[in-house]
């Protein structure tokens, strides 16, 4: 019986990732057409906010806000004081 529970949730777990990938997807094509939000994306977890800043020409405070608006939007999460990508490429 365990086995089949095991199973059950597993399959639950898969299509709920799916679906949250399909809606992420969704989300970042809207948001990263512009290609200094996308640069801030794909450096998101990966670099220091000052390397950030000079990558985008962004400044700290509309990097903040830019996370603030993807974290709302749910293709951010908070870990800490940091802002991490849900799912990593």
């Known amino acids: 019986m365990s086995d ?4 059950f949730e597993k399959k639950v777990l898969e299509m709920l990732e799916a679906i949250t990938k399909m809606r992420l997807y969704e989300i970042l094509v809207k948001e990263l057409k512009d290609s200094k939000k ?13 390397q950030i800043e000079k990558a985008t ?8 806000a ?6 709302d939007a749910g293709i951010l ?13």
């Open 66 to 71: 830019i996370w603030q608006e993807w974290h």
């Open 57 to 64: 020409g962004f400044s700290a405070g509309k990097i903040s």
């Open 38 to 50: 996308k640069k801030l994306y794909e450096m998101t977890g990966n670099a220091k906010r000052s």
């Open 4 to 7: 089949k529970n095991s199973d």
């Open 77 to 89: 999460k908070k870990d800490g004081k940091l802002y991490k990508k849900i799912f990593d490429e």
